[in-house]
């Protein structure tokens, strides 16, 4: 049986066998075209030989490459115009080539003398040419290269030429570019050609075919941006465009019609069916909001920014923009804006129960409604209403550029701005908080809508809470109830988030500068003064009573009659907030009998700077200790010095900084056998090492952590700091068996950016410098023995020079930050799975970093590894010049879990390993550290931590 | 004159119970099919005997259902399986997913609540469903060969949308409900300038136009949080479906941004269901949602739990929306009754509450609410009103109208008075016809009919270039100003053949006529013999009869063709013989049919130049 199958189903198989065979094979009609990719093409290198070609399949890649490595200099600019203009000459190209080749001869050549040339053989190409494609890119290219500096008129001649003489084209590309073309190069002044220009272009705002439509209302942009005045026809045609039924012609339009009414905003245009005229600036406006509706959004969004940017309107049309009439079965109705209104005029406060009170009221006459928008009516408030958020966005963007101008405007639109603090979308929130606070000089709130406004103090949002505390802060309030209103919601604002605290403060420090009178009266309320019972004294560590107090003593400033109504206590508080937030806390006209027992003396700091850095360098005589004690005394008064006065403190911290290093050298210098320091006891040799780090260190330090430094200041940094690296070079050789080739190098870099910055900024060197500068260029190959050798002597003989006096000690600034959350004292301990991380959310102030994407934040573990972050770029905040904020979370890790809560340091460091560093790590006495590289910027915050084991069973 | 029929079965004038049926080109549509919820009797169902007594299969060529409101599709699984009805129906796939849900708790509530008979089975509705084809906004959906259907979104509520519908040259675009302004959870309608023949418009509220919804909102949400920052308990009585979820959103969102952790319970059952329905047709919904439903689909609420009875007498504030929505009965009436006492409290009805249930009372201010069983319950809690309405207004539609620039417009879905309004203003602004049938009136709307011819495309550019060579094109100093329109827009007139073949109309070009049509070409020519004097040599004469028609119609026009030979414009032949006989000459002129103006003005110019 099985023999049987098989037997079959060989048969079977033979059969197929024989029909296959026997078939007729269809011919291979098409064969898979496999084109093979030639190789990945490397964008950053082009090579000119990769032009010579004429197969299509190859060239085109290259002229993609040849695009991207655009723009290209001298030579080879020349050798591929050469290489482009010889495939331009050969006809059997397919029309896509040369095309491409067109396109990129008009973005390589620039100059008017290479474009001359070139030029005329692209104007023979046009003769040529059959492809309609390449006939638009010649008139495209020719217009580009007859605008290469300097413009050449003959050639731009030629090229209008060319371009009206296509226009009876029926392809709409070249229509396109020729209209284009006729526009960009259409002369300034009035003549023949302008004028058939001009009618060209207006011929084609009606053309059957969309695309030409925009062309046409673009070119005619251009024409007006060049000064040529549009004739009155040109508006007309827009204004019709804009019931276009394609976007892109009613877009176009839209900006021509702003463009156009800029030009001649007074001119009178007649309405229609009367014998009325309008303004043309008003009527560009109306027809601008009228397209406020339209279908598309894109459109849209053009529409309502372009209402922001007009100016010169009437009054009564920027006015309609915020009106919409409402009714209920054909009833006027107040809309919710007018009841508020018209409920605090009345004095009566709500019921609770509304129902039915925003029952329509009087009757209208169906003929006096126009529902459907003429004019500007309600602009504005459907873009406020749109879908989408861009349109709404842009609606706000209009309504705060117009209320800038407006007064009025900007009250009436006060309710819809407040309106949109209740947007679905924080972006579009923040965007009317922002707006809010832009037009904060030209409004008036009243007390309802401040209740409003003051609602969305309860937004989680921090963004949202800080720009409405930047906004109360410069916005005036008309009661003293408002006074109280806000203040009560910012005291809430405290209690609910304490993270605002700063923020909450320099709000209520403007708000008490505003309204001096009506804090006045509510002083007694506030810090719970009684006329005759004597209150309990407040606690000076309560936030709340800390903010009251800011508040009032900032008033007390314009409002001295404040002060006879402070309590004892009080005056008292205001003496230790003059010490603690100095910033925030004015300096009062206290009288005799009340003033603080610490008198504010007018101390002379800068004086006491100068006098010590005097002392420093006029003790070049005397002998090394009493050197190193005056610099020990010098160093501590100057740290003292930089907390006193914040305004010296960076200058001071410089100074101080350069003292130490001073005194390290000193110390080292004079340590005996220093050259040898195996010879040194165990300690000796490890207090040697740590004050070569340290000095290493310092010497880095004041090298970037300091910016904005006289250039002789910079030398003298620069001097030390190449002074430090030869300490370390001459150390490192006497005293390591190891190679110092890396240490060489980088001191003989150093050394020669020194000598360059010298010869730059033609300043001096000092003796030191003279010395190793004429040494080192005798020595035929720098060695580090030799080098070393050089400068042992050196560094004994020359002395490390005093710090010359500081020019403008104010203007030194120092990088410094702040971080203001976590707190340090904080007990609350995150706990997390171990292996997987938790966000510690960090808030911090950073000031004065050279360069910000240096900024790293530093994690220090219990185990003492440490891990570098790279703060997201868009977490940084540019608060004010100079200021930074970043407001991020880290990502704390562990991999097991520990036995209990642990802390780990966060901080701020700027990490400079990729700038000059980069050699000195590769061969730094203390590789493993890092410490050598990074600038700590703020003590570590601690933060409780506690990974736990992960639960099984989940 | 083609006409499209309207008749309203539903919905004329009045709101509820949408059921239209529209004849247009030869088809019957039926447009909704909803049931109105005022009625218990046969009112209830739109009146099906109007089209036949009985199945209505063959009287129909589709049905289409708006959106999923009972008013919209109540009355259908009763047309598809007690009247008979096995065609297409068309709806969104939401619609199709919330319609079983929604018929099914109508069907519930009328069979085992009121104890009816004679209403439609679980299985019915399963059967209907059976026959439902979906639609996706913006596809066009081919019916059959004449008729197609093309979905827009329009607001409303999830899966709401407009249908285009177009038979051979006639279209019509029927909106449902829908709503121009956007909400939390739903976007804006949209329709593109499609130009319709009619556009039947929904008029709920004509003669509103609205304020923004933004104020209305924040009010709502001060009241909510002020409400619960003094302990109270909030209850929003509300229907299952639509409103719901977009309070739900409103408070879910503002719990979010203020940071509150006041809890917020939800009824669970047939709102669950649809939550998670809405869930997963976030392409439906707004910007918003769309945008952050990567990060969190929004109707995964974060702060609104499943309330459970025993929640109820929680100390504590807390917000919790219950259904039914009128607080006529169930849930929420037991929530009432429980918190109404306590002035701290609040009661928010976000819709219209029907004369005789307890929300119309207090909403009218009783203090005292008295029920069946002798217990009366003091209102003390303060109640608030709210209205939620997903309905364009007045504004509304007029932007509609101007959008898609119908030539007719049909109000239905409002009351008769208002739609007057409307009407009157529809006709004034847009300068087209408004009709408003009432329930079992016929509305005749004649359009235009356009025939549909071809033009083939060579005789096209043919004509277009020949008329465009004429101005503009070296900028020669002619341009006068604005003497005449620019050629674009100047009418052309296009000679050409008009063929009907195989029931379609086609214009050609002469030649291409006859190789279309296989018909040899005959030439028509007229032929004039002129004798002149003239002594001497031939060529003379044809030199002289040159320069003089090239005076007259230009160099161009005139050639040589030999020296016995011109040619007037390539078909005018002037052939010069000697006259043996006579000293003169003879002048044979020679044109064809089409050129016949040419031909005689030829003649003229000779005859008056060298007659004899």
Redesign the interface.
């Given at each position: 049986m099985a023999a049987l199958l098989k037997k079959r189903a060989l048969a079977e198989y033979c059969q197929t066998q024989t029909i296959v065979e026997d078939g007729p094979k269809p011919a291979p009609t098409k064969r898979l075209h496999l084109v093979r990719r030639s190789k990945t093409v490397d964008h950053s290198e082009f090579s000119t030989s990769s032009l010579d070609t004429t197969d299509p399949q190859q060239l085109l890649p290259a002229l993609v490459s040849l695009h991207s490595s655009l723009p290209l200099t001298g030579d080879s600019q020349i050798e591929v115009v050469q290489e482009l203009m010889k495939l331009l000459l050969n006809d059997t190209l397919p029309p896509f080539i040369t095309t491409k080749v067109l396109a990129l001869l008009a973005n390589i050549i620039t100059s008017h003398a290479q474009a001359q040339p070139v030029f005329e053989e692209v104007m023979r190409v046009a003769q040529r040419t059959k492809s309609k494609k390449v006939l638009a890119q010649v008139i495209h290219s020719a217009c580009a290269l007859s605008q290469c500096i300097p413009p050449d008129p003959k050639l731009q001649d030629q090229v209008?030429?060319l371009a009206?003489?296509h226009?009876?084209t029926?392809k709409f590309i070249i229509l396109v570019r020729s209209l284009e073309a006729v526009g960009t190069l259409c002369p300034g002044e009035t003549g023949?050609?302008q004028?058939?220009?001009m009618?060209?272009l207006?011929?084609?705002t009606?053309?059957?075919d969309n695309r030409v439509r925009t062309a046409a209302f673009n070119a005619l942009m251009v024409v007006q941006e060049k000064g040529v005045k549009l004739p009155a026809?040109v508006y007309d045609s827009a204004c019709k465009a804009l019931s276009d039924?394609y976007q892109c012609v009613r877009a176009a339009a839209l900006f021509l019609i702003k463009v156009a009414a800029e030009s001649d905003p007074e001119r009178l245009v007649p309405i229609p069916d009367s014998d009325l005229h309008m303004r043309l600036v008003d009527h560009a406006f109306s027809q601008i909001c009228n397209v406020v509706?339209d279908?598309n959004v894109r459109v849209r969004t053009q529409a309502a920014s372009l209402l922001g940017s007009m100016s010169g309107i009437s009054e009564k049309f920027l006015q309609q923009t915020l009106d919409?009439?409402?009714?209920?079965?054909?009833r006027r109705?107040p809309?919710?804006?007018e009841r508020a209104l018209a409920m605090l005029s009345s004095g009566e406060w709500s019921s609770?129960?509304?129902?039915?009170d925003d029952a329509p009221k009087e009757h209208v006459e169906?003929d006096s409604?126009s529902?459907?928008n003429t004019g500007s009516c309600g602009a504005n408030?459907h873009g406020?209403?749109?879908?989408?958020?861009e349109v709404r966005n842009a609606a706000l963007d209009a309504i705060c550029s117009l209320a800038l101008n407006n007064a009025q405007f900007a009250n009436q639109s006060l309710d819809?701005l407040v309106?949109?603090?209740?947007?679905?979308?924080e972006e579009v929130r923040l965007k009317a908080i922002q707006v809010l606070q832009q037009i904060a000089g030209h409004i008036i709130l009243r007390a309802d809508q401040l209740e409003?406004i003051l609602?969305a103090l309860?937004?989680?949002?921090l963004d949202i809470r800080e720009s409405l505390h930047t906004f109360l802060g410069t916005t005036v309030l008309s009661t003293i109830s408002s006074v109280k209103i806000c203040v009560s919601s910012l005291l809430d604002n405290l209690r609910?988030y304490p993270q605002d605290r700063r923020s909450i403060h320099r709000c209520l420090r403007h708000v008490g500068q505003n309204h001096p009178i009506h804090v006045q009266a509510l002083v007694s309320q506030l810090l719970a003064v009684h006329p005759y019972f004597d209150g309990v004294e407040p606690s000076v560590q309560d936030g709340e009573y800390i903010c009251k107090l800011i508040l009032v003593l900032n008033a007390a400033v314009q409002c001295p009659t404040i002060l006879p109504l402070l309590e004892q206590h009080t005056i008292r508080h205001y003496a230790y907030l003059r010490d603690t937030i100095p910033q925030l806390v004015p300096v009062l006209k206290l009288g005799e009998d009340r003033q603080p027992s610490r008198e504010v003396v007018s101390t002379n700091t800068l004086r006491f700077l100068r006098e010590s850095m005097q002392r420093v360098s006029s003790m070049d005589q005397s002998s090394t200790k009493m050197r190193m004690t005056i610099y020990q005394t010098v160093h501590s008064d100057l740290v003292k010095l930089a907390d006193i006065d914040p305004a010296l403190s960076p200058a001071a911290h410089f100074a101080a900084l350069y003292t130490q290093c001073m005194l390290l050298f000193t110390k080292i210098l004079s340590t005996r056998n220093w050259l040898t320091p195996s010879s040194l006891s165990l300690q000796q040799s490890g207090a040697l090492k740590s004050n070569v780090d340290q000095l290493l260190k310092h010497t880095f330090r004041l090298r970037h952590a300091f910016t904005n430094l006289s250039p002789a200041e910079e030398a003298s940094i620069r001097n030390l700091r190449v002074r430090t690296l030869a300490l370390q070079l001459v150390y490192v050789v006497h005293g390591s068996t190891g190679s110092a080739l890396g240490l060489c190098d980088n001191f003989l870099e150093h050394t020669e950016a020194l000598h360059r910055y010298l010869t730059d900024e033609k300043l001096s060197a000092d003796s030191f410098l003279e010395a190793v500068f004429a040494e080192l260029s005798q020595l035929e190959e720098p060695r580090p023995g030799a080098v070393a050798r050089i400068l042992q002597p050196l560094l004994l003989t020359y002395p490390v020079p005093a710090l010359g006096p500081i020019t403008n000690p104010a203007q030194v600034h120092m990088c410094s930050a702040e971080i203001i959350e976590p707190q340090p004292d904080s007990e609350t301990i995150h706990k997390l799975s171990a292996g997987l991380v938790v966000g510690v959310h960090l808030d911090s102030e950073i000031s004065h970093i050279p360069d910000p994407s240096t900024l790293r934040i530093r994690v220090a573990y219990p185990d003492h590894s440490t891990h570098l972050i790279v703060p997201p770029r868009n977490h940084l905040r540019l608060v004010s010049p100079g200021t930074y904020r970043l407001l991020t979370t880290v990502l704390i890790s562990a991999q097991v879990s520990w036995s209990e809560a642990c802390h780990v340091g966060l901080s701020l460091v700027l990490d400079l390993s990729d700038q000059e560093v980069l050699s000195a790590r590769r061969h730094s006495v203390a590789k493993a550290d890092d410490s050598a590289t990074i600038i700590q910027l703020v003590k570590p915050v601690k933060v409780l931590v506690w990974p736990k084991s992960i639960r099984k069973g989940i | 004159m083609p006409e499209i029929k309207v008749t309203p079965l539903g919905a004329g004038q009045d709101v509820g119970r949408s059921c239209i049926l529209v004849t247009t080109g030869g088809k019957n549509i039926m447009l909704d099919c909803g049931m109105h919820m005022g009625y218990n009797d046969d009112r209830r169902f739109p009146d099906f005997t109007y089209i036949t007594d009985g199945p209505l299969t063959e009287f129909l060529d589709c049905v289409i259902i708006s959106h999923f409101h009972l008013d919209h599709c109540g009355a259908l699984p009763y047309m598809t399986e007690m009247v008979g009805y096995s065609g297409p129906i068309y709806m969104t796939q939401p619609t199709k997913a919330l319609c079983p849900v929604l018929l099914e708790d109508m069907r519930k509530v009328a069979v085992e609540r009121k104890g009816e008979t004679n209403f439609f089975t679980s299985s019915m509705i399963k059967d209907c469903m059976k026959k439902v084809i979906t639609v996706s906004l913006h596809e066009t959906v081919q019916v059959d060969g004449d008729l197609e259907i093309k979905a827009y979104y329009a607001g409303h509520v999830l899966g709401a949308a407009m249908f285009h519908i177009r038979v051979g040259q006639q279209s019509l675009v029927y909106t449902g409900d829908y709503n121009m302004t956007p909400d939390r959870h739903l976007g804006a309608a949209w329709i593109d300038k499609c130009r319709p023949d009619l556009l039947i418009s929904e008029s709920t509220y004509a003669t509103t136009i609205r304020d923004s919804k933004r104020c209305r909102e924040r009010d709502f949400l001060k009241k909510v949080h002020d409400c619960v920052e003094r302990g109270g308990k909030v209850l929003i009585p509300v229907f299952a479906l639509g409103r719901v979820q977009e309070l739900c959103i409103l408070l879910d969102t503002y719990w979010d941004r203020m940071n509150l952790k006041v809890p917020v319970y939800f009824t669970m059952g047939l709102a669950e269901t649809a939550n998670k329905y809405y869930r997963m047709f976030i392409t439906w919904t707004n910007q918003k949602i769309r945008q952050t439903f990567v990060h969190r689909n929004m109707f995964d609420f974060k702060h609104i739990k499943p309330f459970d009875k025993s929640y109820m007498d929680n100390p504590g504030p807390m917000v919790v929306f219950a259904t039914p929505g009128m607080l006529h009965a169930g849930l929420s009436l037991a929530i009432f009754k429980k918190w109404a006492p306590n002035q701290n409290n609040m009661v928010i009805m976000p819709g219209y509450c029907v004369q005789g249930t307890v929300g119309h009372k207090i909403l009218n201010g009783a203090k005292k609410i008295d029920f069946e069983n002798r217990t009366s319950v003091e209102v003390n809690l303060s109640v608030e009103y709210m209205s939620f309405s997903a309905h364009a207004d007045a504004k509304g539609i007029m932007q509609l109208v101007r959008h898609c620039e119908p030539k007719n417009v049909l109000l239905v879905h409002g009351e008769n008075a208002k739609m007057d309004f409307l009407r009157q203003k529809i006709m004034q602004e847009f300068n087209i016809n408004c009709y408003k049938p009432g329930n079992g009136e016929t509305a005749h709307i004649s359009v235009s009919s356009n025939m549909e011819v071809e033009v083939s495309l060579s005789l096209l550019k043919h004509t277009m270039a020949a008329s465009s060579t004429s101005p503009a094109l070296p900028p020669a100093p002619t341009t006068s100003g604005k003497a005449e329109e620019p050629p674009t827009k100047k009418q052309k007139i296009l000679h050409g053949v008009l063929i009907m073949k195989n029931n379609s109309m086609k214009i050609l070009g002469v030649n291409e006529a006859w190789g279309e049509l296989g018909i040899v070409s005959h030439q028509l020519r007229f032929t004039e013999r002129i004798e002149v004097e003239h002594i001497g040599p031939v060529q003379a004469l044809t030199s002289s009869l040159h320069t003089l028609l090239s005076q007259k119609l230009g160099a161009t026009q005139v050639q040589v063709v030999s020296e016995y030979q011109l040619s007037v414009a390539d078909s005018v032949v002037i052939n010069i013989q000697d006259d043996n006989d006579d000293p003169g000459k003879n002048i044979l002129l020679s044109w064809t049919h089409q050129d016949e103006a040419l031909g005689s003005k030829l003649l003229e110019i000779i005859k008056a130049n060298f007659k004899k």
């Open positions: 209008i030429q009206l003489s226009i009876t029926t023949r050609v004028s058939s220009i009618n060209t207006i011929e084609h009606s053309h059957q026809e039924d509706n279908i919409k009439k409402l009714m209920s079965n054909m109705k809309s919710a804006h609770g129960k509304r129902w039915a169906a409604v529902i459907i408030v406020l209403e749109d879908e989408f958020l819809f309106d949109m603090f209740n947007d679905e979308i409003e609602h309860k937004d989680a949002s609910r | -």
